[in-house]
């Protein structure tokens, strides 16, 4: 059986099992320390005597049931100089799923030098400005110069070039 008090700081209502009648606690509202009071007496007490009066049996059974548990409206005292906080806070969604649920994903753009080259004229420049173009200025999170090697089909030489990486929203 619980016992239902007050905490006499807050008003918090608290429900604590009867087995804790007398032990100190810590108000879950306002930490402030509390003796659990002792159980009240049952009222009902005098109909689970040991006559066999099925009508006073049948009202100790029900007494004691589930079915017989008051419903109870707990209320949480506001105070007015406290900011309120959440109990339970929800947690914050993992970064797989922010990504998939943003309207831009970030993407990686490499654009190679030896790509650009078309029949000896060298169009570098002008692919990469065509790019930047068309994903626009404000979606463009960085620029970065590369340098590599490669091995050159037709000499079959090791040959360094350039690239340019580009990270943008879109």
Do not use: W
């Amino acid at each position: 059986m619980d016992i239902i008090f007050n905490c006499p700081k807050c008003e918090q209502e608290l429900a604590v099992d009867s087995t804790g009648s007398g032990s100190e606690i810590n108000c879950p509202s306002c930490s402030e320390k509390i003796v659990i009071p002792a159980a009240p007496a049952t009222p009902l007490g005098s109909l689970a005597s040991t006559s066999n009066d099925p009508t006073k049996m049948a009202a100790s059974t029900i007494h004691t049931s589930a079915a017989a548990k008051i419903e109870m409206h707990l209320r949480v005292p506001v105070h007015a100089n406290k900011t309120l906080e959440p109990l339970i806070e929800k947690p914050k969604a993992t970064l797989e799923v922010a990504a998939k649920e943003s309207d831009k994903k970030m993407k990686v753009k490499t654009i190679r030098h030896t790509d650009c080259v078309e029949v000896g004229h060298d169009r570098f420049d002008e692919v990469v400005s065509g790019f930047l173009q068309k994903v626009g200025e404000p979606n463009i999170v960085s620029l970065t110069p590369m340098t590599y090697t490669h091995i050159e089909i037709g000499t079959q030489k090791l040959v360094t070039d350039y690239a340019v990486m580009i990270v943008y929203r879109g």
